[in-house]
């Protein structure tokens, strides 16, 4: 399959052929070639276009998610402020406890002291009946009288303060037993029932709907067979 | 020294083209328009069609003028696009169907020995259908091979064979008739 000599004799010629072309066709050339210039630039300003939408998406999602995190972060620090509202709550209890300590470590003192008193009295009081060791019965009888009077006060100021001090340190315990028990029902119990009474709402709400759609369609159907 | 001379020139111009330089542009389309227009009328019988194809396969010349390695002519890289430009119109105008017959002869026409004019050679070759046409243009004046031409129209290597022959035959009957009436004339 050689090219033939009528071939070769038709390249040549074809080849060293040339056509002027008109003289408009530079014009549309030319015209074609602004033309897709200006397409390329605006091509260009698309992909910018595009970039900065991209951009701003960009920004505005990550605004929402911030919103988003913030709005998160709004019902854990009021759940941090009622942490802090049942600190404060407490801290007040084991404070007036701290203060009750306090006041019954004052009234252990205080009784200390009373104590020391007696003790010092009674010494006094032994002192005195030895001193005067040689006095009269009735002496003693009344040092006994009146010793006795004292120390049955003194006792009675202990078991008074004794008693306070159990008293209040079963308020304490008792009041701080409750809180406790009431910051569990706050926390779970409470929460989870308004949740599932919500829940319930709703699912009565969806089955009522439903067996309302249902009797209509129900209704329907029979009244249609009726006047078939 | 003037060929490397011009190819410096050319070098530069097409960098100057590349860029958008429109005066750069104009020098080549100047240079090369007249020769790719007959490449382009080998192919499209209809004048203005065929500038139109021209100017279009030469808005690819430029746009794709950054892609152009300096390594063969690039006479011959415009022409690839003119006739790539031709081969794609004709199939979306014209929707040019090769009959896969596969037939073809291996006859030769050594003893024609034409003597036409380059018009008479454009009216011969007018003449052909469509699929012969291209085939015998790619084949004949291009110097592709059958492979080649199969690629680039979509067809097996026999089919393009065979539209070869058949334009080889058609034009050898032509070429007889037209002998025999300048006989008769002269």
Redesign the interface.
Do not use: C, W
């Given at each position: 399959m050689e090219p033939n000599n009528f071939e070769k004799d038709f390249r040549e010629k074809l080849n060293n052929r040339t056509i002027e072309p008109s003289d408009k066709a530079w014009d549309r050339l030319d015209a074609m070639l602004s033309i897709t210039e200006n397409k390329k630039s605006k091509k260009k300003n698309k992909w910018f276009y595009i970039a900065a939408s991209f951009v701003g998406f960009l920004l505005v999602g990550t605004f929402f998610f911030n919103q988003k995190e913030q709005t998160i972060k709004v019902p854990q620090s009021v759940v941090v402020e009622d942490n802090i509202k049942k600190d404060s709550v407490v801290k007040p209890v084991s404070n007036s406890v701290d203060s009750i300590k306090t006041v019954i470590a004052s009234s252990e003192q205080t009784s200390v002291p009373n104590s020391n008193n007696k003790q010092k009295s009674n010494t006094t009081l032994k002192n005195e009946s030895n001193q005067v060791a040689e006095s009269s019965i009735i002496i003693k009888n009344n040092q006994e009288k009146q010793s006795i009077p004292i120390q049955n006060q003194i006792s009675k100021n202990e078991n008074v303060d004794q008693l306070l001090v159990n008293a209040e340190k079963a308020v304490v315990a008792e009041n701080s037993a409750k809180q406790k028990s009431k910051v569990k029902i706050n926390a779970d119990d409470l929460l989870n029932q308004v949740d599932g009474e919500l829940e319930l709402s709703f699912r009565e709400k969806v089955i009522s709907k439903v067996n309302k759609n249902y009797q209509t369609v129900k209704v329907a159907l029979a009244n249609r067979n009726q006047q078939e | 020294m003037k060929i490397i001379h011009l190819h410096q020139e050319e070098t530069e111009i097409i960098k100057l083209a590349v860029e958008?330089n429109?005066q750069a542009?104009?020098q080549i389309?100047?240079r090369f328009?007249?020769?790719m227009?007959?490449v382009c009328?080998?192919y499209i019988k209809d004048?203005q069609l065929a500038?139109d194809v021209?100017?279009t396969a030469?808005?690819k010349v430029?746009?794709s003028l950054n892609k152009f390695e300096h390594k063969g002519s690039f006479e011959g890289w415009i022409r690839r696009i003119m006739v790539n430009e031709c081969i794609s119109y004709l199939r979306v105008q014209k929707k040019v169907k090769f009959a896969e017959d596969e037939i073809y002869t291996?006859e030769?026409?050594?003893a024609?020995?034409?003597?036409?004019?380059?018009e008479q050679?454009?009216l011969l070759?007018d003449a052909l259908p469509d699929g012969y046409k291209m085939v015998f243009n790619l084949?004949?004046?291009e110097?592709y091979k059958?492979n080649e031409i199969a690629k680039m129209l979509g067809i097996n290597e026999g089919t393009s064979?065979s539209q070869?022959s058949h334009a080889?035959k058609i034009?050898q009957t032509q070429?007889t008739i037209l002998k025999k009436q300048d006989n008769g004339t002269e």
């Open positions: - | 958008n429109r542009q104009q389309y100047s328009s007249p020769k227009l007959s009328r080998q004048i500038e021209m100017i030469f808005m430029f746009t291996e030769s026409f050594n024609i020995d034409s003597q036409f004019t380059v050679i454009q070759i084949y004949a004046i110097g059958h064979k070869l080889r034009l070429i």
